[in-house]
């Protein structure tokens, strides 16, 4: 088995085997070099992931879908951002919790999968306590899915559309439907939900949903597929609590 994860690359659902490690980009648009275009307090996420003191917000460059209305395409698509060593970018967790952060908030960072992990448990050593939050497309594999588990206080996917023609034509990746639906039943098993005393969420999953404009039955899809099959793993883990959670 090959070593580096990023030669050949697999670690998304397109597995385009490129060898990112010698320099080559991959879907996602990115070598091995982690690369990140901005680190912030953010006032704007979900309640629970948001928090009083803000959410510790890292947007990584690149992204494995190629959505055709992307909201942060200088990020996903033209490549903003600047390169950081795994030190660097433990030191931007650190920084970010001293800043008052309720979480590090790891926006589209499946291609870097590898590192973020390893600059979170360099951070851990050096101090760090704040959960970590994964915020992504929801395009994820399972096995990634299960790598963070241990990890994640919050999985905070989307959940675009169960309709592959749709989602082959806005992001390029009609296999989106089934992945995304894989990857969250896998998030909602390995993170069942967590309320504080005060009734709060503290762990879990989130989902967030894309109404594609004159699309409604694509919602009512969502909505139907969410409610059939994902309250069902919910309701069938939310009794157990993990001891997998770093304290």
Not at 7 to 34: F, H, N, Q, W, Y
Not at 91 to 117: M, W, Y
């Amino acid at each position: 088995m090959n070593p580096d994860p990023y030669a050949p690359c697999r670690l998304c659902p397109r597995a385009c085997a490129v060898d990112r490690a010698r320099g080559e980009s991959g879907v996602c648009g990115e070598t091995k070099a982690v690369r990140a275009a901005c680190a912030c307090l953010h006032f704007g996420e979900e309640p629970p992931v948001t928090g009083a003191g803000g959410s510790g917000t890292v947007f990584f460059t690149g992204c494995t879908l190629r959505c055709r209305a992307c909201q942060n395409c200088q990020i996903s698509r033209e490549g903003f951002g600047v390169e950081l060593s795994r030190e660097a970018l433990a030191g931007i967790f650190l920084s970010l919790q001293r800043e008052g952060a309720g979480n590090v908030n790891a926006v589209t960072g499946t291609h870097f999968l590898p590192d973020i992990l390893e600059a979170w448990t360099s951070a851990r050593a050096r101090g760090l306590v704040i959960p970590l939050v994964w915020n992504s497309s929801g395009y994820e594999t399972v096995e990634a899915v299960r790598t963070l588990a241990p990890r994640v206080a919050f999985f905070l996917p989307d959940l675009k559309t169960l309709d592959p023609d749709l989602a082959d034509y806005w992001f390029r990746a009609s296999d989106y439907p089934r992945v995304a639906s894989e990857a969250l039943l896998a998030m909602a098993e390995a993170r069942p939900l967590e309320r504080g005393p005060d009734g709060t969420p503290v762990r879990g999953v989130i989902v967030r949903h894309l109404v594609l404009p004159g699309r409604i039955d694509a919602t009512r899809q969502v909505l139907a597929w969410f409610a059939e099959r994902l309250a069902e793993v919910v309701a069938r883990y939310s009794s157990r609590v993990p001891t997998d959670f770093p304290a």
